[in-house]
């Protein structure tokens, strides 16, 4: 009887690292464009901001700021609740 070949690519643990990536991927470039939105609208950001920012993993969150990066005049506009 021939044996299935299980290649790397298919296993389950490296379907749910790579699928942990791609979160983690999303989560990085929306905390990246919410200060890229702030940068392009000549909007200054410290590095105290920034951080905070960068540190969040709550996609929810980022996106919520992210939006508010498009209308606030000041950095610390982003996290007013």
Partial sequence: MPRKIRYFFDN???LQVREEGRGEG????RARMTLRIL???GIPVCSVLRERVLDCWD?????VWA???LSV???E???SD
């Fill in 12 to 14: 389950p643990v490296a």
């Fill in 26 to 29: 999303r989560i990085e470039e």
């Fill in 39 to 41: 940068e392009w609208r």
């Fill in 59 to 63: 996609l929810d969150r980022l996106e």
């Fill in 67 to 69: 939006r508010r990066a």
């Fill in 73 to 75: 005049e000041r950095a």
């Fill in 77 to 79: 506009d982003l996290f």
